[in-house]
Structures are given as C-alpha cells and as structure tokens.
C-alpha cells in the first residue's frame, strides 16, 4: 500500500513566481492536511481538505496561498508570487476520517 | 487543544531505554495524545497514540499517567536509526489539525 506521494520533492522559484505542490493521499484517505516547515522550526498547520471541501484553513496566510482537493486527482497547494519567505518544506499528510494521519517526504520549495 | 512541553534535547546510549516526557496539563478529556518523530529533514513518522490506557506497539510504549496531565513515550532498545526530533501533540478525534511544539532532540550514541 503505497504512502503519502508528494511532488515535486525539490521546487526551485524565483520571486513573483507561482509554485504548485500536490499531494497524493494514501489509498482510501479522503482527508488531507497541509504543514509548513521553516527553517529551524516546527512544524505548522496550513488548511485541512476532504474531497472538495475546505475544512479548516486558519493556518493559511490569507493571501497568495490557496488548496484545493478535487474529486478526481491529487490536492494542490498553490502559492502565487512567491517571496523569500516562503522557502519551506510543505508536508501533507492524509488519514481516512479523523484517524492517524500519515505524512509524505515533503516538498522542498526554494524561493530565489 | 491542549499545548504540550517537552525538554529540548536528551542524549541516550545505544541498547538502552530511552523514556522521553512529556506535560500536557490542560488535555481534556476527549483529547488523544499523539507521537510523531521527524528524522533529519524527512516528513514526520507516525509512532504511536493513546487516550487514556497505556499503549504499546512495535515501535514503543506510551504511557499516560492517570490524571492523563503528561505522558512518556519510551523507546525499549535505542538504535542510531533513532536519532530524530519527537513531537508530543494532542488533538481531538473529531478535528483534524496536529500542533506541533519545538520537539525534544535525542541523539543516541554508540
């Protein structure tokens, strides 16, 4: 039984771009929840999705930042006109319900 | 949810026990306590959780004392493969989202 599948692992952008991180829940999870990483922090939670709906999203800056968790295919955490600071490491992590969620390898987003 | 403290870092040897606490004095009574590793930069492991009864699985033990105010997540035979950041965290079963403190760094050494 595959994991948690994120990609890409490594995501390079330069200021004023937009990145795109999806996320692959494990088989049968229909909950998916974002964290972020900073360097030298903890971890941080972002927004929680079951299928086409947006659960909770108080941890999610309300500008630039947007999740989706469509009824087919993976959810996507897209950033538009990234800066600096929000080179991270963004984790998802799926569970089926309210259970134990199960976290992906993360996706390492630099902004030049 | 309740917010947990852990010390920052402990050392532990190779082959030996390793008893890691944790506080979570405000826990309510539907609140489970939760423990996730982080090995160097790589997405969090799930070990293991438990409400109130003392929980044990093939990764480690958790035990809670009765008043359910903290826990100690225990590692019976501490490999190398172990050093990592562990997380305490507490959530409720009907909401999703995990908080995540500063972690306690162990470091085993051979």
């Known amino acids: 039984n595959a994991g948690v599948m994120q990609n890409p692992r490594h995501l390079v952008r330069r200021r004023g771009q937009e990145a795109r991180l999806r996320c692959s829940p494990m088989?049968?999870?229909?909950?998916v929840y974002w964290y972020r990483q900073l360097p030298e922090e903890g971890l941080k939670f972002m927004v929680y999705?079951?299928?086409?709906?947006?659960?909770?999203e108080s941890g999610m800056p309300k500008e630039r930042f947007s999740a989706e968790f469509p009824k087919e295919g993976p959810s996507i955490l897209r950033i538009q006109q990234v800066v600096r600071g929000d080179s991270a490491a963004y984790f998802c992590?799926?569970?089926?319900?309210?259970?134990?969620?199960?976290f992906g390898p993360g996706t390492r987003l630099t902004v030049l | 949810d309740a917010k947990t403290t852990q010390p920052p870092s402990m050392d532990c040897a190779e082959g030996r026990a390793a008893n890691l606490p944790c506080n979570h004095s405000?826990?309510?009574?539907?609140?489970?306590v939760y423990w996730y590793r982080q090995i160097h930069s790589q997405g969090p492991q799930y070990i293991i959780h438990?409400?109130?009864n003392n929980e044990t699985n093939e990764m480690a033990s958790l035990i809670i004392t009765e008043d359910r105010k903290s826990s100690t997540l225990i590692l019976p035979h501490a490999t190398l493969r172990d050093t990592a950041v562990y997380y305490c965290?507490?959530?409720?079963?009907?909401?999703?989202?995990?908080?995540f403190g500063a972690g306690t760094q162990v470091v085993v050494t051979p």
């Open positions: 965290t507490a959530r409720t079963d009907s909401w999703g989202k995990l908080q």
């Open positions: 405000t826990i309510s009574g539907n609140e489970y």
């Open positions: 992590a799926s569970s089926n319900s309210t259970d134990t969620q199960y």
């Open positions: 999705l079951q299928k086409e709906n947006i659960i909770d």
């Open positions: 438990g409400l109130k």
């Open positions: 088989k049968g999870h229909s909950h």
